[in-house]
């Protein structure tokens, strides 16, 4: 066992998400960041509407470290809705984009978006295989 573990610089860059956040685009409502105590994990409390539809839920983003294995190499994240569906995403955040695939790293279905140069928007698209997807702007309240 490591002594004084420290969370990975990858999911350390996360910070930028943390707050309150109003989407516009193709899913319209509120997502909330906040760390869990000790900041190995960053969770995501999601309130939108989409495609007519309300998606509610928590996400917990974060390196996996099954018991007795060492800590994975991607920040990944299970999402969990008010209807029992479970979705598995990759983050990662390089300079000021953001890519969070669907699935696996490298998923055909990805979002992809870039922040302001003040940290207060996240601009940019879900792509979805076959030409699908939509636009999503992130303003932090």
Same mark, same amino acid.
């Given at each position: 066992?490591?002594?004084?573990?420290?969370?990975?610089?990858?999911?350390?860059?996360?910070?930028?998400?943390?707050? &309150?956040?109003?989407?516009?685009?193709?899913?319209? @409502?509120?997502?909330? #960041?906040?760390?869990?105590? /000790?900041?190995?994990?960053?969770?995501? =409390?999601?309130?939108?509407?989409?495609?007519?539809?309300? !998606? &509610?839920?928590?996400? !917990?983003?974060? =390196?996996l =470290?099954?018991? @007795?294995?060492?800590?994975?190499?991607? !920040?990944?994240?299970?999402?969990?809705? $008010?209807? /029992?569906?479970?979705?598995?995403y990759?983050?990662?955040?390089? $300079?000021?984009?953001? &890519?969070?695939?669907?699935? $696996?790293?490298?998923?055909? $279905?990805?979002?992809?978006?870039?922040?302001?140069?003040?940290?207060?928007?996240?601009? @940019?698209?879900?792509? #979805?295989? /076959?030409?699908g997807?939509?636009?999503?702007?992130? &303003?932090?309240?």
């Amino acid at each position: 066992m490591i002594e004084n573990p420290q969370p990975s610089v990858e999911l350390q860059a996360l910070e930028r998400l943390v707050g &309150t956040w109003k989407v516009t685009g193709g899913a319209e @409502g509120t997502v909330r #960041y906040e760390w869990m105590p /000790g900041r190995f994990f960053l969770l995501q =409390h999601v309130d939108l509407t989409q495609f007519g539809q309300p !998606v &509610t839920g928590l996400e !917990v983003i974060g =390196h996996l =470290h099954p018991f @007795g294995e060492p800590v994975g190499d991607d !920040v990944v994240s299970r999402f969990y809705d $008010a209807v /029992g569906n479970t979705f598995d995403y990759v983050y990662e955040l390089s $300079a000021d984009t953001l &890519t969070i695939w669907a699935g $696996a790293k490298g998923s055909p $279905a990805y979002y992809q978006g870039t922040f302001s140069a003040d940290g207060s928007t996240v601009t @940019g698209a879900w792509t #979805y295989p /076959g030409g699908g997807g939509y636009a999503s702007t992130m &303003t932090r309240n």
